[in-house]
């Protein structure tokens, strides 16, 4: 009997191929485990109106631990047009799975490393003293909360009537948009909550303490989010203050930590941000480590001991359908890493990742977008690798 049991979550596009060849991998590199298949994504959206059925919430319920490939979402009314036509007219309005299973299992921890290897073509460089090209290893852990914020879902078109009167008791409501007719407005809120604001911090700063990193930065937008991202960063000072006073703590707008994430990437350690803002910085942060195809996810309850972990690129829906799969799976591959290092199988974590860096550091061995070419499904015959060559060139260094 396997040692244990994993729940893989396709989903859409490519979410299938990359997990497929990841789980390829982790057999390779010796990893026991059985895997069963959960339904989640587009298409059980389109038969049965819900894209995260209750039999894969059980299933996860059960065996606390999920690898998930990637998903496809559309707005309301082309979601709404896609259903089979005998769930049309009953109501059913689509939501994320991705963030229904975040929600549903209190999934408030993200967690998104993005570290440059060596050789890869497609770091960050940039122009030092006297034009000396530069390469800055860039070695970030982006801690983000993910159930809360802009994403908590608490929003309305033409708000009822007792959502718009509470709104018209603001005078800056009242006065930027109380003539403004009550069917014209659309309202998203951005709610944090205090446990679940020291719940993230206190995750940065204990990674920061656990690994070495000198600095956690709070990355918000305090001086216009005045409640919401001035409590985070208060928050942060008083943590740092009364428990981890060896490591400094630093306060950066969203805005402003864009543009010097090229300046100076290698002077950050970890950052934490609410839902939005991290999802930004950490999608900025990947495009310095080679993009999406590198950028891997952990997704977890450290009370429930329940994880998903994800890559956090899209279905990319075009690339599903060529005869051969020309995707990067190294972004899946680190996050069943991450999904290793998070039920203790650190040895084997170690090993797939070494694998990971001695193919990207060799060069031989290349997809598509590490040879800067479009993605088109003749980069095979250009001399770019398939899916399944990245995952065979790995397995043979394991």
């Known amino acids: 009997m396997a040692k244990r049991t ?51 919430i059980d299933l996860l319920e059960k065996h606390k631990i999920a690898l998930f490939g990637a998903i496809t979402s559309k707005p309301k009314d082309a979601a709404a047009g896609e259903l089979d036509p005998s769930l049309k007219d009953k109501g059913l309005v689509y939501s994320s799975p991705i963030v229904g299973l975040r929600q549903h299992f209190n999934l408030d921890i993200c ?82 909550t205090k446990n679940a604001t020291e719940r993230i911090l206190r995750a940065a700063f204990e990674h920061a303490k656990k690994y070495g990193y000198k600095s956690v930065t709070v990355c918000e937008k305090p001086n216009v989010i005045r409640e919401t991202s001035g409590m985070m960063y208060k928050m942060a000072q008083e943590i740092q203050k009364s428990d981890y006073p060896g490591i400094e703590l630093w306060n950066t707008n969203i805005d402003a930590q864009m543009m010097w994430l ?35 996810s952990a997704q977890f309850n450290p009370d429930s001991g329940i994880g998903v972990f994800e890559p956090t690129h ?65 980069v095979i015959e250009k001399g770019a690798a398939s899916t399944t060559q990245m995952a065979d060139a790995v397995i043979a260094k394991l």
């Open 262 to 296: 090229t300046k100076n990437p290698e002077n950050y350690g970890v950052i934490v941000a609410g839902n939005m803002f991290g999802d930004i910085v950490s999608d900025g942060f990947a495009g310095l480590i080679g993009g999406l195809g590198f950028a891997c």
């Open 6 to 56: 994993i729940v893989s979550l396709p989903g859409d596009g490519i979410g299938r191929v990359v997990l497929e060849e990841t789980i390829r991998v982790l057999d390779a590199a010796g990893f026991d485990a059985e895997y069963v298949e959960g339904d989640i994504g587009w298409e059980f959206w389109r038969k049965e109106g819900n894209p995260l059925p209750d039999r894969t």
């Open 111 to 192: 967690m998104r490393p993005c570290h440059s290897y060596k050789g890869n073509p497609l770091n960050f460089i940039r122009r030092g003293k006297g034009d000396e090209i530069e390469e800055p290893e860039v070695d970030v852990v982006i801690f983000r909360q993910n159930t809360e914020g802009l994403y908590g879902g608490v929003e309305w078109s033409n708000p009822p009537e007792k959502v718009y009167d509470a709104l018209m008791t603001h005078p800056k409501f009242v006065k930027n948009f109380g003539k403004t007719p009550k069917e014209e407005i659309s309202v998203s809120t951005r709610i944090f």
């Open 314 to 378: 899209g279905s990319a829906p075009k690339y599903a359908d060529y005869p051969v799969s020309i995707v990067n799976p190294i972004a899946m591959i680190e996050s069943a890493c991450m999904m290793l290092d998070f039920i203790d199988e650190n040895e084997i974590a170690a090993k797939i990742r070494k694998a990971v860096a001695e193919v990207i550091a060799e060069g031989k061995v290349r997809t598509y977008d590490m040879m800067k070419m479009s993605g088109r499904p003749d």
